[in-house]
């Protein structure tokens, strides 16, 4: 393992919070995910704190508007240090994302098909395939208009990764170690596994937000991964 593949996913309601689990992370992990709830909450204020701190930031605010407005959008972002930010893997969103990053070192990631899509959002969306062959379609996009990597779910890794290629940085949430509590994720990996089908970077949650010892919990993950590498 060349790097610490593990992105804590900061799923809190108050920067206060989310300070104080980067705090007791030290310095077992040093990327985080900042969603919706906690940007909604703390806003790119906190974002720069923790670029500021040298933490690198994964922004998932799966950007989907008119080009003009994503490219200015993910043009604001590139300035701040975060690493990477999510798209939804529209043709259109993606090409105005690419302009709007220019020659930043902002990591695009295109969110192909959402993993809470069922049948009626397929219906919705008009599309006669399977969700399978969307994620393809979406997944080759994605790679064509030159976005960096795909969020892909544990299942999806081996194949998404050989759709897109050895360059695409493969970002992967749902993983949860052989019998830690699943919450409500279905469909999950173990870390190890995960990798071995071609992750580049995990995003971890509750299962290390919520262990009683949380930088002791990312060690044991660290070390499933290296044993199992
Ligand atoms: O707590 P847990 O490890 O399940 O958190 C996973 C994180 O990854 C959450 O922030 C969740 O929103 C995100 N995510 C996910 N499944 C997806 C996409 C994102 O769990 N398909």
Do not use: W
Not at 53 to 63: I, S, T
Not at 84 to 91: D, N, P, Q, R, Y
Not at 198 to 223: H, K, N, S
């Amino acid at each position: 393992m060349t790097h610490n593949p593990i992105i804590v996913a900061l799923d809190v309601e108050s920067a206060a919070e989310a300070r104080a689990l980067v705090a007791r992370l030290g310095t077992q992990v040093n990327f985080y995910k900042v969603g919706m709830e906690l940007y909604a909450a703390a806003g790119m204020e906190f974002v720069r704190e923790l670029t500021g701190e040298g933490k690198d930031v994964f922004l998932d605010l799966k950007l989907y508007d008119i080009p003009e407005t994503v490219k200015r959008a993910v043009a604001q972002v590139a300035r701040t240090g975060v690493r990477f930010l999510t798209i939804h893997a529209v043709g259109s969103a993606m090409r105005a994302a690419v302009e709007g990053r220019g020659n930043s070192d902002l990591k695009l990631l295109a969110v192909t098909v959402l993993t809470s899509f069922g049948p009626e959002d397929m219906e919705d969306l008009n599309f006669q395939g399977s969700i399978s062959e969307l994620v393809e379609r979406r997944a080759r996009k994605a790679m064509e208009v030159g976005m960096d990597g795909i969020v892909a779910s544990p299942l999806e890794v081996s194949a998404v990764r050989r759709m897109a290629g050895p360059k695409a940085i493969l970002v992967i949430p749902g993983i949860r170690s052989a019998g830690a509590d699943r919450g409500d994720q279905k469909r999950v990996a173990t870390p190890a596994d995960a990798m071995a089908a071609g992750a580049d970077y995990l995003v971890i949650g509750r299962q290390i937000t919520r262990a009683a010892d949380p930088a002791r919990e990312a060690g044991r993950v660290l070390a499933e991964i290296c044993v199992a590498g």
